[in-house]
């Protein structure tokens, strides 16, 4: 057994190296414009701002220390709320539209899943704006509601939670459709069949059997939709009309406004560590409950 | 197919010309400019004039904020020959070195400023900067629902309105605000003003539907807002739409602002640049600027040759008797902290 593995291990290896040339270029672009950058806002963290912004060499680690004001916790707990939020109703919303695009005739798969992501093809900033005149309060959801007779007044749509909520789910939604879709169309239908052949019921078919064998879709989706939601800024200065801040407002304002690089790059690695951490422990969760069922 | 043939001739020869490097062609190229400005500041039509009157090619590139335009040039954008600081921003740019002294001989319609921008307090005796638009931060209001014209920052207060004020989304302007209102200087660094400033805006949030520095206008003349704190210019634009608009600079006072152009020190091109500010100077080219963007010009001869209807309007060309009650907005240094530390909380309330 455990010769076997290594066997395999080591064939994986020598076939896995004699490609690592071809892994170079896009090893040196990560190192260069990933690695570099990311040293350079470490160091930048532990620097002083100059009196007129700019960066001040003397190593300090005042930035750190002034974030244990409970006001930055607050953005950020405030952010986590915010991410978790969306990622929640995005799989709501992209678990069931996936499971219909995989479960429709071949043809027509391509089709849908251009459609979500058709989006793209226009710039986010300008989509946040469509969705502004759709929110307004004499925009066009305000008035259809009022039309049907469903609201006696225009509700109060934009600048709201709510609005911002609306905007980062629209925004991130494909990102968690297309891992789910792929999940799930690997999934066996006839595993379903079995389950209900035996007398599971539909709920039990769909927590005990659809969501462990989909669930490397579930987190990829999941991460894919945190990770950009919890540091956007546009859509809660657009759709929030900037009445209170994410932790991507904070980074920009201290970069763009308050031209505190330091405080700003302390902030960013802060960030950066908290969702590392969250995705550390979901993949961990992920990897739990996903487990047994395939060695089943 | 002829005709193809026949345009392409001059390229084939101009081609053959230079490998056999004729060096005097390429030389004589058309110098470039490079302009660095406000994203909303460009007249494409004055920038074509002058690219015709001096045989060159002006390539211009904007900025949304002082700060983006300092952040880029700190972070070692060069190439750039003109830019479009505003008043703080030119003694943070003298500090560091970042500003050419500019020759008063070879811009002529720098003589000729709006008296009370001849002598600035962020550079007293002009050698690096000429004023170029200037103006005021107000309230923007709509006098078919407000019945009295407001004369105060008060106003903004006023549960009445609740859900149909904007304020600028700019902390400094928010804070000049609210410190005018409360006597104190716009520029102040104690702790305590400005915590008790913060205290002023906590309780005028929920009255606020949003804070931001770019539709303001759109939301006044849409009518989703009655009042708006704001820079007059973009009121005045808002007012083509909506002619129910008006504009007032409340009595406690406020910011006066100007923007100026200066030739920066890493400029390759620092004679034509010069040449470039003073031609944006000339009266009839300032007047036309002022007239398109709804500012008011620094050139005293180019106000006699905007329309009526811009110069007697409050919110392009600010009344001469309002300038007692104005302030310069200047650069706090460490102070910013403060202000930063106290906006966040009102964000976060």
């Not at chain 1, 994986?12 to 004699?18: D, I, K």
């Amino acid at each position: 057994m455990l010769a076997h593995r290594t066997a395999s291990v080591t064939v994986t290896l020598r076939n896995s190296c004699r490609a690592c040339w071809l892994a170079v270029p896009g090893l040196v672009w990560m190192a260069l414009f990933f690695l570099v950058p990311l040293g350079l806002v470490f160091a930048v963290s532990f620097a002083s701002r100059g009196t007129y912004g700019g960066i001040v060499w003397e190593f300090t680690t005042a930035n750190y220390v002034d974030l244990l004001h409970p006001l930055y916790g607050k953005i950020l707990s405030h952010s986590l709320w915010y991410a978790m939020l969306t990622t929640a109703c995005c799989f709501v919303l992209g678990f069931p539209l996936a499971y219909m695009i995989a479960r429709s005739p071949a043809r027509w798969q391509p089709v849908l899943l251009l459609l979500v992501m058709l989006p793209f093809w226009t710039n986010f900033l300008v989509r946040t704006y469509a969705w502004m005149i759709l929110l307004r309060h004499d925009g066009l959801i305000n008035h259809v509601l009022v039309s049907l007779g469903l609201v006696a007044t225009p509700l109060e749509l934009l600048y709201t939670p709510t609005a911002v909520v609306i905007g980062l789910v629209y925004g991130y939604l494909p990102f968690m459709v297309l891992p789910l879709y792929v999940a799930v169309e690997r999934l066996d239908p006839l595993l379903v069949e079995a389950a209900y052949d035996l007398y599971a019921s539909r709920w039990a078919v769909f927590t005990r059997v659809v969501v462990p064998l989909t669930m490397p879709g579930i987190v990829g989706g999941c991460v894919l939709v945190f990770i950009p939601s919890i540091g956007s800024f546009i859509t809660p200065d657009l759709l929030g009309g900037a009445r209170s801040m994410m932790i991507g407002n904070l980074i920009q304002h201290e970069y763009l406004v308050a031209r505190d690089w330091p405080l700003g790059s302390a902030v960013s690695f802060v960030l950066m560590a908290v969702v590392m951490a969250a995705v550390v422990l979901y993949y961990r969760q992920g990897d739990r409950s996903a487990g047994p069922v395939e060695r089943r | 197919m002829v005709l193809t043939g026949v345009a392409l001739l001059p390229l084939a020869l101009g081609l053959s010309g230079c490998g056999q490097g004729v060096e005097g062609e390429l030389g004589e190229a058309r110098p470039i400019l490079h302009y660095f400005t406000w994203s909303d500041y460009v007249e494409p039509e004055l920038i074509a004039e002058f690219e015709r009157r001096e045989q060159v090619k002006v390539v211009v590139d904007t900025f949304s904020s002082n700060e983006e335009l300092l952040a880029k040039l700190q972070s070692g954008a060069t190439g750039y020959d003109v830019a479009v600081p505003s008043d703080f921003m030119v003694a943070i740019m003298i500090q560091q070195g970042l500003l050419q002294e500019v020759d008063s001989q070879a811009i002529p319609n720098a003589s000729s400023l709006e008296s009370h921008l001849q002598a600035l307090p962020f550079d007293p005796n002009g050698r690096f900067s000429v004023p170029y638009l200037w103006g005021t931060v107000g309230i923007g209001y709509d006098s078919d629902i407000l019945s009295a014209a407001p004369d105060s920052w008060a106003i903004l207060w006023e549960p009445r309105y609740k859900g149909r004020i904007s304020m600028l989304n700019d902390q400094r302007e928010v804070f000049g605000a609210v410190l005018r209102s409360m006597g104190q200087s716009m520029n102040s660094t104690d702790p305590l003003v400005i915590e008790a400033a913060k205290e002023r805006l906590l309780l005028q949030k929920p009255l606020v539907k949003t804070y931001t520095s770019d539709h303001y206008d759109q939301l006044l003349a849409s009518g989703e807002v009655v009042l708006a704190h704001g820079w007059g210019g973009q009121v005045a634009r808002a007012m083509a739409e909506r002619p129910s608009l008006r504009y007032v600079v409340p009595k406690e006072g406020a910011t006066l602002w100007a923007d100026c152009l200066v030739l920066l020190k890493s400029a390759p091109q620092k004679a034509l640049g010069m040449k470039f500010i003073n031609y944006l100077m000339e009266p009839e080219v300032a007047a036309h600027t002022s007239e398109r963007l709804r500012f008011a010009s620094a050139s005293r001869p180019a106000r006699q040759l905007v329309s009526p209807a811009v110069r007697d309007n409050p919110a392009v060309y600010p009344p001469l008797d309002q300038l007692v009650r104005l302030e310069w907005m200047r650069d706090v240094g460490k102070g910013i902290r403060l202000y930063d530390r106290a906006w966040t909380e009102l964000k976060m309330q």
